[in-house]
Nanobody
Framework: DVQLQASGGGLVQAGGSLRLSCAASGFTFDDYAIGWFRQAPGKEREGVSCISSSDGSTYYADSVKGRFTISSDNAKNTVYLQMNSLKPEDTAVYYC????????????????????WGQGTLVTVSS
């Protein structure tokens, strides 16, 4: 079975940090880029960041650039999202997903076809 297990969410004060993890199994990890998406209450889901496991290239939405860092441990089939300087507007359910490489640059511009979704992990940033 395909699984994308997201974890690491929680409650943090503004200015704090969290690290999300996405553990993948059941598919060939190297054939996909892994993206992080988020959906805040009452808003559409948006692409936050994406990483190509083949060459390590990374992409970020403007709203998180300079604060979030995506990384991949290919030996563990796991992708991380380090979130620093968190703001209340970062509050959302965060999802990881597997996309084909053709979408790796456009995930953060809202254009991607997702092959596999993980379950979400809630991030709440208090002011």
């Amino acid at each position: 079975d395909v699984q994308l297990q997201a974890s690491g969410g929680g409650l943090v004060q503004a200015g704090g940090s969290l690290r999300l993890s996405c553990a993948a199994s059941g598919f060939t990890f190297d054939d996909y880029a892994i993206g992080w998406f988020r959906q805040a209450p009452g808003k559409e889901r948006e692409g936050v960041s994406c990483i190509s496991s083949s060459d390590g290239s990374t992409y970020y939405a403007d709203s998180v650039k300079g604060r979030f860092t995506i990384s991949s441990d290919n030996a563990k089939n796991t992708v991380y999202l380090q979130m620093n300087s968190l703001k209340p507007e970062d509050t959302a359910v965060y999802y990881c997903a597997a996309v084909r490489y053709r979408w790796v640059r456009t995930v953060v511009r809202g254009r991607a076809t997702v092959d596999y979704w993980g379950q979400g992990t809630l991030v709440t940033v208090s002011s």
